[in-house]
């Protein structure tokens, strides 16, 4: 009898790109880009696929990113790095994060499952998101609260104090809504306490990164009447001891816990630890909100709206009713 050659079966593909998708146009006429690094695992036809988004504010760039994936190609192809062995492999950020939604998502493939299911989560269901008004003057940020007056949840981007002019055209135009300020860390301590009345009488109930991080201190020396969010300070669970005693609510960003494993375990952390659990997600496309939205089960504010701020998402991206965010089709991710 002849010896049987044995043919070794064929590995996952595992590819790296960066890709722009145009945001809708601005008041200012340009129409910006949303950069993204999208990682592919393909194994005949099951595809995985995970999305990043890199932010200059961490130093991250696309370049970098891809960098730090593409050496990690084969480990990833032969079952050598795994959802559990990249949290050793890889820091928090945006290369893990796209890796392992990847991963995710194939495994849920792989195996005619859903993330959901492997993650021992409960089904999963529709989810209201925050809608944000970008900053800008009185006048322009009225008229968009107008426009999307219908919205249960509104975000409005602050950077000052003295910007109550704002807040009030926003709140004339949408009077039933419910609104969440993101301060981006431009407030100080006593015009906060000072402003609180009328934050309070305005319907605000979130107010994110209010002080910069050097000022955190502050926030233990006074009462929250509103609850305060931490955003950029709020990377994984190594971050909690820093924030506790300051901060009522926490925003989960899978950018920035690289990924949804490390954010499922700081969603855990956290709440037993007293706090409350906001998820946001940087703009891109519906394959970023789909994963987020999965923390968005376990949240008690979503804020993630970014796909409808482009001009072109993904196909077939996440479908929206008005704010109502439905849970992704298997087609588009998990």
Wanted: aromatic residues 4%.
């Amino acid at each position: 009898m002849l010896p049987r050659t044995l043919i070794p079966p064929e590995r996952p593909k595992v590819t790296v790109r960066p890709e722009q998708f145009p945001l809708e146009r601005q008041a200012d006429g340009t129409r910006p880009l949303a950069e993204v690094v999208l990682v592919e695992i393909q194994d005949g036809s099951k595809r995985g696929r995970g999305e990043c988004v890199p932010s200059a504010a961490l130093g991250e760039t696309v370049d970098a990113v891809i960098a730090a994936i593409e050496p990690l190609a084969d480990d990833i192809s032969t079952g050598v790095i795994t959802r559990r062995s990249l949290q050793r492999t890889l820091p928090a950020g945006a290369a893990r994060n796209a890796i392992d939604l990847a991963l995710w998502d194939f495994d849920a493939k792989r195996s005619s499952s859903s993330v959901w299911q492997i993650a021992g989560l409960d089904v999963p269901h529709r989810l209201t998101t925050a809608f944000t008004i970008p900053h800008g003057n009185a006048e322009t940020m009225g008229a968009l609260a107008g426009e999307e007056a219908h919205r249960p949840l509104l975000k409005l981007e602050l950077d000052s104090i003295h910007e109550f002019d704002r807040l009030l055209a926003v709140k004339a135009a949408a009077p039933r809504a419910r609104l969440i300020i993101d301060a981006h860390a431009g407030w100080t301590a006593d015009s906060l306490i000072r402003a609180l009345p009328t934050l309070k009488e305005a319907g605000v109930e979130l107010i994110e990164d209010p002080f910069p991080a050097e000022a955190e201190a502050e926030l233990a020396r006074f009462k929250h009447e509103i609850p305060i969010c931490a955003n950029r300070t709020c990377h994984d669970r190594s971050s909690l001891p820093a924030l506790a005693g300051r901060y009522d609510v926490i925003n989960i960003e899978l950018d920035r816990t690289g990924g949804l494993t490390e954010a499922l375990a700081l969603v855990e952390q956290a709440r037993d630890e007293g706090f409350r659990i906001k998820v946001g997600c940087r703009v891109g496309t519906s394959i970023s909100a789909a994963a987020a939205a999965i923390v968005g089960q376990e949240a008690d504010w979503v804020d993630l709206d970014a796909p409808l701020r482009l001009a072109r998402d993904r196909q077939p991206g996440l479908r929206f009713d008005g704010s109502l965010l439905y849970p992704p089709s298997v087609s588009l991710w998990g």
